[in-house]
């Protein structure tokens, strides 16, 4: 196992997870990957990038989950799962790069299951941000240039389909507080705020690994 820090963030539509994600990479030194993770999968499995863009943290009905970790389980390389339906070909592939980025670097992954692809890793920090509506909706609106009602119609669809994904592939609840180290409202503390509260508890985290050792 590496001795390298990997930052998994899950986040709600709208509640700056990205931003904030990035912010803490910059002030760690260290890459942060989120659209980035599925070029990568793709140059990693040699499947075409834009079936990424177009599966990207969707979820599916096709085949049942236990028969695809199976399939993963036994240790099938990208070349030995492309008999798959494209969907998990799609997973599996993000799920190995993964895998391969904790590896070879520390560094924050925005979504994609990160937290779970990493869950046996003692150096993952797993972190799930969250804000209000009246904020999410905001951020939205002054991101996308729409109204209210279409910000809302966004972060729901958004939201649901994150859930889907996410619990469709991992063993764990998207937004569930038993799933991540650690769950931050943006709302009242701010992006800054945010990305100091995961930074103070990775040092706090591991002045606690020390004591251990």
Not at 78 to 103: C, R, V, W
Request: glycine share 6%; with cysteine.
């Amino acid at each position: 196992m590496s001795e390298n820090l990997v930052i998994a963030i899950g986040r709600q539509c709208g509640s700056s997870g990205k931003v904030i994600g990035e912010k803490v990479a910059a002030a760690l030194g260290i890459k942060c990957y989120d659209k980035e993770l599925l070029a990568l999968a793709a140059k990693n499995s040699g499947l075409c990038e834009e079936l990424f863009q177009s599966h990207d943290e969707k979820p599916t009905n096709s085949f049942l989950y236990s028969l695809v970790m199976d399939t993963y389980n036994v240790g099938l390389t990208s070349s030995g799962y492309m008999d798959m339906p494209i969907n998990h070909k799609i997973f599996l592939a993000q799920f190995d790069t993964i895998k391969k980025l904790a590896e070879e670097e520390s560094c924050v992954i925005v979504g994609r299951c990160a937290d779970y692809a990493l869950a046996d890793d003692p150096n993952l920090v797993s972190v799930f941000i969250t804000a209000d509506d009246k904020d999410k909706i905001q951020s939205l609106k002054e991101l996308y240039q729409i109204d209210d009602a279409k910000a809302k119609e966004v972060m729901v669809k958004t939201d649901k389909k994150r859930s889907s994904y996410y619990n469709y592939y991992s063993n764990k609840k998207w937004g569930d507080v038993r799933s991540y180290d650690l769950c931050i409202n943006r709302s009242p503390i701010g992006v800054d705020g945010a990305v100091d509260m995961i930074l103070k508890y990775i040092e706090v985290k591991g002045k606690g690994k020390d004591q251990q050792q």
